[in-house]
């Protein structure tokens, strides 16, 4: 069974470019959570996805997207770089089944850097 | 709205000595309660969890958590530690009902010395 891998490990971008990061979901799970995790912070959660479709969001702002694909791995998209952005970027998956509660287990994380 | 709170920011010990971490939240509805550990430059492992029954749960490596609804409260302990235990360790709240969003405190640093 492969867990939750993320891509890539590390990225360095420049203020005002935007990014993607790449989620890989365990295998049989069928949602995706994104945390933003600065550093000597405890994780903050930007969104989830179920099905495809976002049914969760923290208090991010809409330059902050993403995508969950049919395979149910999952893109993070951030537009408009901004300094404050420099994190680890943990993606977490769980299977989601009739609203019981089922654990996440998280990826290594990207380790974005915006100079 | 959910949070919580972690006491200590940093927790230095001696190796083979016990030690508590400190986990306070704040919640109008019933919550999960988990705590988390992160080794450097790696992601977030569970160490255990609190859903419902009985108020002290046992995780791996020989910790273990005590829920207490009175003082909203969720302590980390271990009675003898290691110093492959030296890690950050996060206290995390779910609501119960809707979502799988964590939330998370701001984190102990557990420093283990010979």
């Known amino acids: 069974e492969t867990g939750v891998t993320q891509s890539p490990t590390h990225l360095i971008k420049t203020r005002g470019q935007q990014v993607t990061l790449r989620c890989s979901s365990q295998?049989?799970?069928?949602?995706v959570s994104w945390y933003q995790q600065a550093l000597g912070q405890g994780p903050q959660f930007i969104f989830q996805y179920y099905r495809e479709e976002e049914n969760g969001r923290g208090n991010f702002p809409p330059r902050f997207s993403g995508l969950q694909f049919p395979n149910y791995s999952s893109e993070l998209n951030v537009n408009a770089l901004e300094l404050d952005d420099s994190a680890l970027y943990l993606c977490?998956?769980?299977?989601?089944?009739?609203?019981?509660?089922?654990?996440?287990?998280f990826g290594p994380g990207t380790r974005l850097t915006v100079l | 709205a959910q949070s919580v709170t972690q006491l200590d920011s940093q927790v230095p010990v001696f190796e083979e000595a016990p030690v508590e971490l400190r986990c306070n939240y704040s919640?109008?509805?019933?919550?999960?309660l988990f705590w988390y550990v992160q080794y450097p430059n790696q992601g977030l492992q569970l160490l255990l969890k609190?859903?419902?029954?009985?108020?002290l749960v046992k995780g791996i490596n020989g910790f273990e958590a005590e829920f207490n609804k009175s003082q909203t409260s969720f302590h980390l302990r271990k009675p003898s530690v290691h110093i492959s235990d030296t890690a950050e360790y996060f206290c995390?709240?779910?609501?119960?009902?809707?979502?799988?969003?964590?939330?998370f405190g701001k984190g102990t640093t557990l420093s283990v010395s010979s």
């Open positions: 609190y859903l419902s029954g009985s108020t």
């Open positions: 977490a998956s769980s299977l989601a089944s009739g609203g019981l509660y089922n654990e996440q287990f």
């Open positions: 295998s049989g799970h069928n949602t």
């Open positions: 995390a709240v779910r609501h119960n009902q809707a979502g799988t969003a964590l939330i």
């Open positions: 919640s109008s509805v019933s919550v999960y």
